[in-house]
């Protein structure tokens, strides 16, 4: 492992998730087995709903970090297999609301769990879901580990309620930008991490450092996502390109295109936000001008920053393949689709 | 305290929850500051939200059976107070989510969240409430609680995606009735007495009694709600007469009157819950339907028979107020708005 390798840009070779894949593949199988035992129910309704995520497309980003950083620390056990169940099943449930909350189309490349059984079922089958983590803790029995999590779920929540009021707010700050992403998504990177050091009984600041390192990641990846919204494919994201765009969503691309745009772009910007005129024309007038502005060059700058903070975290690490793995990891989630 | 008084039917004086009321009242105080202060956020709709369900009209019937079971079972601690805010939470979450699942426009006598602050937002507090209730556990920190609460917590989820399957189905059983309404209202009932008796480290016989004295009460309490749409008024119940019929639900008023009618009311409750033809004159010839087959009657004397397992699930309990008022309450569940 070395600088070169793990630079942020400009590395000769692409960056891949592959390494952390090989790194936890066999245990992987392990937790892939308890989340698909865990979905089940007698309401056959559950398991088909649930499974149309959790089988198909799914990353299993979450269970692969908190399988890396157990190996990171050193941990010979097998505790934070059922945790990381729990974490992909608050992760599941989350976004079966974000379905019905958010209205989109398609999710992971597939149609969207509500529009094929509904909003009832979709709301009804992650709460479900979301009991269910919280069973999976309770059976291994860490307090502390229950409280990361129910934290973690509360802002959450917070988080989503937080963007939806923000949802056509063009004068959105890139501050409260930074703490909905936070709460939305970094968090439960954060706790997926943090809970590897619990388990392992790794010292306060070892979980402190792998706890900082899934947040800077969280928000990473989450910036890059918001980043290819303007400019990726539905191949590589899961989602259409202009997703976010349509449902008047404020990602840091548009905050800085407007914040830099003249008051003819501000006009355009406002009106494609506030009013939701978002047709495909507006799209590619809306990429035009994000370009104009570096838009999302600064966006991914951002991305970057804290992908250095994120490899920062664990540089104090023991050098290995886990290590490898997360460093890559970083790598990965600011060069992806682009 | 006598047969006679507790007596299910035929009682001299009125069925009152005010001996409940008056036993717990200095209690609920407390339990009431809890929910105030947990359900604050930064972010401004959440307890504005939450405080419209939260604040009014709530009768925290739960919260109040944890306190009179604590009392029943001689516990002088403050553990179960947080705890039953926490069964409230994730009674208030079930109920937020609800509003969105049935779309019915009155909750507790108030316009429904969801017509207000929209589906998005009340999903995402539910969330939030939910997770707060976690939280609260977490800090009690009884694995035991925790145990039971998330387990019912599935349950209730399970219960509701299998009643939203059964909607519109005319030929559901009364068996598949009364799984549905023990997983989505009786469960929370027996979850909430039966803390009581984790909290004062009771026997498990105990615990066991007071487990089913909840679920049972929490039968009995459905029935009679069942029963009620069908001839109540919207001030008594907090929701409008008639709303069950118009969603179409499959409610054992419905299905004794459909198995015991002719074909011509077969015809008629076929066209209603499966096709929703429910309008004011068809909710009219329902009640006369159901008046012929005594369907009303027959749920109100199930409701009886479960009001009779509550009762005697306590009968070995040593005598006083609080075995009075929790025999009492049995009486109110059965006999209010009749």
Same mark, same amino acid.
């Given at each position: 492992m070395s600088a070169t390798i793990h =630079?942020?840009?400009? @590395? =000769?070779r692409p960056a891949s998730i592959e390494p952390l894949m090989q790194l936890v593949a066999p245990e992987l199988n392990g937790v892939n087995e308890i989340i698909l035992a865990r979905m089940q129910s007698d309401v056959a309704v559950i398991p088909a709903l649930a499974g149309h995520l959790i089988s198909g497309g799914g990353k299993r980003l979450r269970p692969m970090l908190t399988l890396a950083c157990a190996r990171l620390v050193g941990y010979e056990g097998a505790r934070h297999h059922k945790l990381s169940a729990s974490v992909e099943f608050i992760h599941t449930a989350t976004l079966l609301h974000d379905d019905v909350v958010d209205g989109s189309g398609q999710r992971r490349g597939k149609k969207a769990a509500n529009l094929i059984w509904g909003n009832e079922a979709t709301v009804l089958v992650g709460d479900f879901l979301f009991s269910r983590a919280f069973e999976l803790m309770v059976e291994d029995g860490s307090l502390r580990v229950l409280k990361i999590l129910s934290s973690a779920s509360a802002v959450i929540a917070q988080g989503e309620v937080d963007q939806l009021q923000t949802q056509r707010r063009i004068d959105t700050t890139e501050d409260r930008y930074l703490r909905v992403i936070t709460a939305k998504t970094a968090i439960l990177f954060s706790a997926a991490c943090q809970i590897a050091g619990v388990v392992a009984e790794s010292s306060e600041q070892v979980i402190e450092s792998l706890e900082a390192y899934g947040r800077y990641l969280g928000i990473a990846f989450q910036l890059v996502d918001d980043a290819i919204d303007y400019g990726g494919d539905a191949e590589t994201m899961g989602k259409d390109a202009g997703d976010d765009f349509r449902e008047g969503k404020l990602t840091l691309p548009v905050i800085l295109a407007y914040k830099r745009g003249n008051d003819e772009a501000r006009a355009f910007w406002r009106k494609a936000i506030e009013? @939701?005129?978002?047709d495909d024309a507006d799209f590619a007038e809306a990429c035009r001008l994000m370009a104009g502005a570096g838009a999302i060059d600064d966006t991914l700058e951002r991305a970057r920053h804290y992908g250095r903070l994120a490899q920062d975290a664990i540089a104090d690490f023991p050098a290995g393949a886990a290590k490898d793995a997360l460093l890559e990891t970083v790598r990965f989630a600011i060069a992806r689709a682009y």
């Open positions: =630079q942020l840009s400009g @590395g =000769q009013d @939701g005129k978002t």
